[in-house]
């Protein structure tokens, strides 16, 4: 299996564009997490999904945000209008619900940076 | 407020010794606890979870404690090398095990093993 699959790796833009962030799960894996990492506030819970169905988007900073899960092997983050506190890691991660261990498998991340 | 704190930030020591990293939460009653490593520019990996009535979870080289009355995990690396060199994250079950995967992480502890 590829693992987590996300992407762009890297995004430069400026402050004012729409950016979109994408990730491919693990194919059987039902639950879908997106995660930010800064030095500031560590690794943060943004949303997660569940079947494809929201779950809980507390973690989302607010309504520039915003994801979607159309099928069980896409999803989308998106941030619009994008600003420079946005600066970021992203990252995906993955889960098969019911698997014992809750492991969370993540792709290696969207870098982005927002000038 | 609920708090995840790791014991520091960096951590240094010999190769060959053993390596323990602390984990101490506030306000959360998880029913597991999982630790992760992550190496710079990658996501994390999970190692290790030890759930609520488990005391003590093994793997290789890799020990795992939980306390919930002191509210502390201790997750320990025997016989330490270089390639352990790390950051390592704890991260709680933030639904008390109504929903695997929505997890808190602490800030992590950078570990470095010296040859």
């Known amino acids: 299996d590829a693992g987590v699959i996300q992407s762009p790796r890297h995004e430069v833009t400026e402050m004012g564009q729409e950016v979109t962030l994408r990730c491919k799960p693990i194919s059987g894996h039902n639950s879908l997490f997106w995660y930010r990492q800064t030095m500031m506030r560590g690794l943060e819970l943004l949303i997660y999904f569940n079947n494809n169905v929201p779950i809980d988007d507390s973690g989302m900073p607010e309504d520039r945000f915003s994801a979607k899960m159309p099928n069980a092997s896409f999803s989308t983050l998106k941030i619009q209008p994008s600003e420079p506190r946005d600066s970021a890691v992203y990252f995906c991660a993955s889960s098969a619900r019911g698997s014992g261990t809750g492991e969370l498998f993540f792709g290696e991340g969207s870098r982005l940076t927002v000038l | ?115």
């Not at chain 2, 939460?25 to 992760?36: C, G, H, K, R, V």
């Not at chain 2, 997750?75 to 991260?91: G, M």
């Open chain 2, 1 to 115: 407020s609920q708090k995840i704190e790791q014991n520091s930030e960096a951590l240094n020591i010999q190769e060959g010794k053993t390596a323990t990293l602390t984990c101490n939460y506030t306000n959360y009653s998880p029913a597991y606890l999982q630790w992760y490593r992550q190496d710079p520019g990658r996501g994390p990996v999970f190692l290790l979870l030890i759930r609520e009535n488990e005391k003590e979870k093994r793997k290789e080289r890799l020990k795992v404690t939980f306390d919930t009355t002191l509210k502390q995990s201790l997750f320990h690396i025997t016989a330490s090398q270089p390639a352990d060199s790390a950051t390592y994250l704890c991260a709680l079950d933030a639904a008390g095990g109504t929903s695997y995967g929505k997890l808190t992480f602490g800030q992590g502890t950078i570990l470095t093993v010296h040859p």
